[in-house]
């Protein structure tokens, strides 16, 4: 049986974030993902300057497609305005598979399937062991299901539905475009060009609601394309778009259980007004591995800090949910 002093179930940004911590801090880690990297993550791939600092990544010596936003265009109740922030744009192919390169950790491809503990030791499929467990695994992840879903069981109304396509596209307006609640989406539409000709389009909402409305998430998406061939940001289109759910921050109590913690969207750490999670997912990871190396505590509280104001994030949501 292989044994490590940490294992981390899922190679995304919450698990490399606190593989590469934990490694700089000299602990032995080992870090299995059911899928080999470079691999597909549905993600538009924004990222914010707070990701930019948490990873301490100098956008000048990144060696994959970094695009970077003054504005973002945002169309909203038939206005269309800039709004003045700086974001980023990378492609999830890439950048997770070079942040789980960064992290020096030991990378083996394998499904986790089931985990058991054994006096003080976690089990893996009886083939690896390790003393502390970290759940990275996303909206499935099996630490998650095998330890905290009783606990902190999923909040329905908090899942999202997306969908989404990423493609080499010869884009002529490099801005980020974002619609907002459009023919009664209960959520939003974007279109983030990345750099050297690739381009992001997708759509997301709230899938109880869409649920309730008896609407469907691809009837909005039917309605994007063609308004962005009418806005001559696309061109011809006929790819099928993939669709992934994940759900937004909820009030979760519980994120570590002896020595087992999930971070990211296995806790489901999303924010609710722009359902943005690689913040969160690096945040986390990056606490996790802090509670490990340091003893600091590992808590919702501490994870507190990087989410938009809660009442605004609320009067946001109720905003979506009663249109
Ligand atoms: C369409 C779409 C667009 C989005 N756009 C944005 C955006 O622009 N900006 C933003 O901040 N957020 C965005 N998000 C959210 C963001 O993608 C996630 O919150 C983020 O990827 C969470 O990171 P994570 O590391 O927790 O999980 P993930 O990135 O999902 O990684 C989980 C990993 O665990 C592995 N795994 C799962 N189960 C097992 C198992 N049993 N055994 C071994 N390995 C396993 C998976 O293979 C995967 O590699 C978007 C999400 C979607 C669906």
Same mark, same amino acid.
């Given at each position: 049986?292989?044994?490590?002093?940490?294992?981390?179930?899922?190679?995304?940004?919450?698990?490399?974030?606190? +593989?590469?911590?934990?490694?700089?801090?000299?602990?032995?880690?080992?870090? !299995?993902?059911?899928? +080999?990297?470079?691999?597909?993550?549905?993600?538009?791939?924004?990222?914010?300057?707070?990701?930019? $600092?948490?990873?301490?990544?100098?956008?000048?010596?990144?060696?994959?497609? #970094?695009?970077?936003?003054?504005?973002?265009?945002?169309?909203? *109740?038939? #206005?269309?305005?800039?709004?003045?922030?700086?974001?980023?744009?990378?492609?999830?192919?890439?950048?997770?598979?070079?942040?789980?390169?960064?992290?020096?950790?030991?990378?083996?491809?394998?499904?986790?399937?089931?985990?058991?503990?054994?006096?003080?030791?976690?089990?893996?499929?009886?083939?690896?062991?390790?003393?502390?467990?970290?759940?990275?695994?996303?909206?499935?992840?099996?630490?998650?299901?095998? *330890?905290?879903?009783?606990?902190?069981?999923? +909040?329905?109304?908090?899942?999202?539905?997306?969908?989404? $396509?990423?493609?080499?596209?010869?884009?002529?307006? @490099?801005?980020?475009?974002?619609? *907002? #609640?459009?023919?009664? &989406?209960?959520?939003?539409?974007?279109?983030?060009?990345?750099?050297?000709?690739?381009?992001?389009?997708?759509?997301?909402?709230?899938?109880?609601? !869409?649920?309730?409305?008896?609407?469907?998430?691809?009837?909005?998406?039917?309605? *994007?394309?063609?308004?962005?061939?009418?806005?001559?940001?696309?061109?011809?289109?006929?790819?099928?778009?993939?669709?992934?759910?994940?759900?937004?921050?909820?009030?979760?109590?519980?994120?570590?259980?002896?020595?087992? #913690?999930?971070?990211?969207?296995?806790?489901? &750490?999303?924010?609710?007004?722009?359902?943005?999670?690689?913040?969160?997912?690096?945040?986390?990871? &990056?606490? +996790?591995?802090?509670?490990?190396?340091?003893?600091?505590?590992?808590?919702?509280?501490? &994870?507190?800090?990087?989410?938009?104001?809660? @009442?605004?994030?609320?009067?946001?949501?109720?905003?979506?949910?009663?249109?």
């Amino acid at each position: 049986m292989q044994t490590a002093e940490v294992i981390i179930i899922g190679g995304g940004p919450a698990g490399s974030s606190c +593989a590469w911590r934990l490694r700089q801090q000299g602990v032995d880690t080992l870090l !299995l993902d059911a899928q +080999a990297f470079p691999r597909l993550k549905l993600c538009a791939g924004w990222i914010t300057p707070a990701v930019v $600092h948490d990873l301490q990544l100098d956008i000048s010596s990144y060696p994959r497609r #970094f695009n970077s936003f003054n504005h973002l265009v945002v169309h909203l *109740f038939g #206005f269309t305005f800039n709004l003045n922030s700086l974001q980023h744009s990378i492609r999830r192919f890439e950048f997770d598979e070079w942040l789980l390169q960064r992290s020096g950790v030991p990378v083996l491809q394998h499904n986790v399937r089931e985990i058991v503990k054994e006096n003080n030791y976690y089990v893996l499929d009886g083939q690896y062991r390790a003393r502390y467990l970290i759940g990275a695994g996303g909206t499935k992840c099996p630490v998650y299901r095998s *330890f905290f879903r009783e606990l902190n069981p999923r +909040a329905r109304e908090l899942q999202t539905v997306t969908l989404e $396509h990423e493609y080499a596209y010869e884009y002529t307006d @490099p801005r980020c475009h974002l619609w *907002f #609640f459009k023919n009664k &989406l209960p959520g939003y539409a974007w279109y983030v060009p990345k750099a050297q000709g690739y381009l992001n389009i997708g759509l997301g909402g709230m899938a109880l609601t !869409l649920k309730q409305r008896a609407d469907d998430i691809w009837r909005h998406w039917d309605w *994007f394309i063609k308004e962005l061939q009418r806005k001559r940001l696309i061109g011809d289109f006929d790819a099928q778009p993939k669709g992934y759910s994940y759900y937004l921050r909820q009030a979760i109590d519980t994120v570590r259980i002896d020595n087992a #913690f999930i971070i990211g969207d296995a806790v489901g &750490l999303a924010t609710v007004d722009m359902a943005e999670g690689i913040g969160p997912a690096v945040r986390s990871g &990056l606490r +996790a591995a802090a509670a490990i190396t340091q003893g600091h505590a590992y808590s919702i509280k501490t &994870l507190e800090t990087y989410t938009i104001t809660k @009442p605004w994030a609320h009067w946001w949501l109720d905003k979506i949910l009663a249109r």
